[in-house]
């Protein structure tokens, strides 16, 4: 998985009006090897960044994501759960599920510098409210890497299909969430998974277990806005992802889930 951002940056902090380092970056850069002022200029981690090639992209992460709903569904304690606490669960797991998905699918993906509003568009964008332009939603090429670290991290551990599946289980019983109404039911099905996957492992396997839950961590740590915008975004837009879930969550069973 590569980034795929050309280094380089103009009229940032690090550079003059013409495009030329600016006289205190080039002192203070002056024990850096020729060339590396501009490969490491900081600016080029806060560049906004787009999928390379989003139709083939956005097609495997909505696949990964219907699968994911789909094992969600399909786990009975889940269901028996009170209706306000399955919405919570899933609010709050559905990154790291789908990231696991990608991990298990091995989807990869590259990113490119995203284009530049119009000036046209900076205009009709300036007399809008905050409230209908989010700042700050465009994926950046310094989250973008932590994200590929996150997933080249578990690629590594080369996790079994049984792994996979008590991991997810581990994962969608969270009992620290807010608001749930049957937490402690949800913690005991936690446990269960976390024995269940402990048990998958050999007694010197043991550090494996902790790498394994440690990486899961990782996961949750990654941005819902993160994914959304960079996987999602293209196809449904401005539309709310948490409705989209819900909606997927409680579909009739044998209707066609959204696409």
């Known amino acids: 998985m590569s980034a795929g951002v050309d280094g380089g940056c103009e009229r940032c902090r690090c550079h003059g009006r013409d495009g030329h380092p600016a006289i205190l970056y080039t002192l203070l850069s002056q024990e850096l090897q020729p060339g590396a002022a501009r490969q490491r200029c900081p600016c080029r981690q806060r560049r906004a960044v787009c999928l390379r090639s989003p139709q083939l992209t956005c097609r495997a992460a909505s696949h990964v994501l219907l699968k994911t709903i789909s094992f969600v569904r399909n786990v009975a304690a889940f269901r028996l ?5 399955q919405l919570l669960l899933l609010d709050s797991c559905w990154v790291p ?3 696991l998905g990608l991990v298990q699918d091995v ?3 590259e990113v490119t510098e995203a284009p ?5 568009k900076k205009i009709l964008l300036s007399g809008q409210s905050k409230g209908q332009e989010p700042e700050g939603t465009q994926p950046t090429l310094a989250a973008v890497q932590r994200l590929q670290g996150c997933l080249n991290s578990f690629w590594r551990l080369d996790l079994s299909p049984s792994e996979f599946t008590y991991l997810r289980g581990a994962i969608l019983f969270n009992p620290d969430i807010p608001g749930l109404r049957a937490a402690p039911r949800i913690q005991s099905l936690q446990r269960e998974a976390q024995r269940a996957l402990r048990e998958l492992l050999r007694p010197e396997q043991q550090e494996r277990f902790s790498d394994i839950l440690r990486l899961s961590s990782s996961l949750g740590s990654v941005p819902a806005a993160l994914v959304t915008a960079l996987f999602f975004q293209p196809v449904i837009g401005g539309a709310a ?3 989209l879930l819900a909606e997927m969550l409680f579909a009739v069973p044998g209707w066609p889930l959204p696409r």
Do not use: H, I, N, Y
């Open 241 to 243: 992802m948490g409705a």
């Open 116 to 120: 530049a509003p119009s000036m046209l």
């Open 97 to 99: 599920l789908f990231l």
């Open 81 to 85: 759960l009170p209706r306000e606490d």
């Open 107 to 109: 989807v990869t993906f």
